[in-house]
């Protein structure tokens, strides 16, 4: 819709949705409808995204390892909502009209096992699509991910690396046609990538909000984008 607008558009965005709990405080909901609305939000942004049809690639934060030590009656919530919306997401017309391929990335023996079988079922209904890549990491530390590619090269599953490009070889997103995002968004204001695709964001531009999850709108997608499209990429060259 805006491509012809821009020099460049990212054809990767990756997004840390930071601020949820946050928005609860703030106008006041209980934790499962401040997360709710969290992955409402998600799922208006996914269809912004997919205006530009040039982004091919969105890859989400949607919990972390260390995400994992909160309190039992928080899990519990993130675990209900997660089920609930992987059960919508098997019958989602905006994923099987557009076909898009999901997958997840991340330590799956640490998901219980309902989510699991639902997150399983989701990448194999999806597995033929192509046009588009949607990549939840669930159970993800990017720290933990090298560990994994590191057992990897050991136990013989993937041959040692001759190079920095090999590497991509044995990483959770080593089946992403392209695993390395242009662009990376964090709201909430924080500054940081708490260890989110470490390696693969050696050359990702950063953009932060100061707007809480929850609270961000269009315009604010097609800021990051004006923003990328500013920014010159040469490498270090």
Same mark, same amino acid.
């Given at each position: 819709? %805006?491509? &012809?607008?821009?020099? /460049?558009?990212?054809s990767h965005i990756a997004v840390i949705p930071d601020g949820n709990r946050r928005f609860a405080k703030k106008v006041g909901l209980d934790l499962y409808s401040a997360y709710k609305s969290g992955v409402k939000k998600m799922r208006e942004f996914l269809t912004w995204v997919l205006e530009y049809r040039d982004i091919r690639y969105v890859t989400l934060f949607a919990l972390s390892t260390e995400n994992l030590q909160r309190g039992k009656a928080e ?31 991340? #330590?799956? &023996? ?46 013989? #599953?993937? =041959?040692?690396?001759?190079?920095? &490009? #090999? ?14 995002? #242009? ?10 990538? =708490? ?15 100061? /707007?809480? %999850? ?14 990328? =499209? ?8």
């Amino acid at each position: 819709m %805006w491509g &012809s607008e821009f020099v /460049k558009l990212p054809s990767h965005i990756a997004v840390i949705p930071d601020g949820n709990r946050r928005f609860a405080k703030k106008v006041g909901l209980d934790l499962y409808s401040a997360y709710k609305s969290g992955v409402k939000k998600m799922r208006e942004f996914l269809t912004w995204v997919l205006e530009y049809r040039d982004i091919r690639y969105v890859t989400l934060f949607a919990l972390s390892t260390e995400n994992l030590q909160r309190g039992k009656a928080e899990l519990e919530v993130l675990f209900k909502i997660f089920e609930e919306e992987f059960r919508k997401t098997l019958e989602d017309p905006l994923i099987h009209e557009n076909r898009v391929r999901i997958r997840t990335i991340g #330590d799956k &023996s640490l998901l219980p096992a309902k989510i699991l079988e639902l997150v399983e079922e989701a990448e194999n209904v999806t597995k033929n699509y192509g046009n588009y890549h949607l990549t939840f990491g669930l159970g993800y530390g990017g720290r933990g991910e090298i560990v994994r590619c590191i057992k990897r090269v050991i136990s013989g #599953d993937v =041959s040692p690396p001759e190079n920095e &490009s #090999d590497v991509f070889r044995c990483l959770d997103t080593r089946e992403l046609p392209q695993p390395e995002p #242009d662009v990376l968004l964090r709201t909430g204001g924080e500054k940081r990538l =708490s260890n989110f695709l470490l390696y693969q964001t050696a050359y990702t531009e950063l953009v932060f909000l100061d /707007k809480l %999850w929850p609270e961000i709108e269009r315009e604010d997608l097609l800021y990051v984008i004006q923003e990328y =499209s500013r920014r010159q990429r040469r490498f270090g060259k």
